[in-house]
């Protein structure tokens, strides 16, 4: 491609915005905060839609894998926290089923994936889910998820811990406090940042139906530099 060309080509591409699936800095407005409830509800959506919560086993759960009751029943027990199902943290250990992410859907159709959400072997009908969470879930998985590989490394967060202490300090130690341990209904921080797939989805689209604030339109690096951070705080 000559210099000519080039220039063409970008002007063209500006002209029409292709919307990219993760970049938050080219969302429209009301996106942002559609995926974030999406992230939330993708995580316990009963919590964000104020439903009852499910009592038995989902029917879609394995017999063969470990878990039981309600939480067979969270988007994440299936496909994890790292959007990669069976090839990622849940590949192994209490929380295997086998069954695949949906990392392979981002930038995909949100109508389509909405049918999917609704569809089998799910059974989320519209008692369970209004058409508002359905398409709040699909924005998520289309344009919310995000690739955890270049953050998370053997369980650490391949983020800037010095960076994560400003905006830990700044963002999140009025609610945690300075150790991350002044919420007492939750275990520590630093304990939890053990699971750093967990607390990087928590801090991209923040905690079901709390005032927890949702990062996700900074970018997954600066949930990844806060990770680093809380993996060194008291456990
Ligand atoms: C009990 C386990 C389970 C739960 C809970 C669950 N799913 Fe699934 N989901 C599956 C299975 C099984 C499939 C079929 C694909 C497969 O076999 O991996 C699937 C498929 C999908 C697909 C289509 C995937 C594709 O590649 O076309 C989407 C989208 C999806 N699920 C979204 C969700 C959302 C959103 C939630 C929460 C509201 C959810 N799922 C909860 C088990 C589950
Ligand atoms: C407005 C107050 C508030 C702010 C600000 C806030 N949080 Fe939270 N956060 C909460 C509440 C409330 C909970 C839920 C506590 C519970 O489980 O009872 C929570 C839960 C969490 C959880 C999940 C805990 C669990 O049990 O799984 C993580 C991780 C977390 N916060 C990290 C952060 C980080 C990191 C920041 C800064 C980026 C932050 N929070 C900012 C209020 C806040």
Not at 100 to 125: K, N, V
Not at 170 to 194: N, Q
Not at 198 to 210: L, R, V
Request: with cysteine; charged share 20%; proline share 6%.
């Amino acid at each position: 491609m000559n210099t000519f060309t080039k220039t063409a080509v970008a002007a063209i591409a500006a002209l029409v915005f292709i919307v990219p699936s993760v970049s938050a800095g080219d969302l429209q407005p009301g996106d942002a905060a559609s995926i974030a409830r999406g992230g939330q509800l993708y995580d316990k959506w009963w919590k964000v839609v104020k439903g009852t919560e499910p009592s038995g086993t989902h029917a879609a759960y394995p017999s063969d894998a470990k878990k039981e009751g309600s939480t067979t029943w969270r988007c994440k027990e299936c496909h994890g926290w790292d959007y990669i199902g069976d090839k990622g943290r849940y590949s192994s250990g209490s929380h295997y089923s086998g069954i695949a992410g949906l990392l392979g859907l981002a930038g995909g159709d949100p109508a389509a994936i909405g049918a999917s959400i609704r569809g089998e072997p799910h059974g989320f009908g519209a008692d369970l889910l209004d058409d508002a969470a359905i398409g709040d879930l699909a924005m998520f998985i289309s344009k919310g998820q995000f690739d955890m590989a270049p953050h998370i490394v053997d369980g650490n967060s391949t983020g800037d811990a010095a960076v994560g202490e400003a905006l830990y300090a700044t963002v999140c130690a009025g609610c945690h406090g300075g150790d991350g341990m002044k919420i007492k209904e939750m275990p520590p921080l630093g304990e939890i940042a053990g699971n750093p797939q967990e607390t990087m989805h928590k801090i991209m689209f923040g905690q079901p139906a709390e005032s927890m604030p949702a990062l996700h339109v900074f970018g997954a690096q600066v949930a990844a530099d806060i990770t680093a951070y809380l993996q060194t705080l008291p456990k």
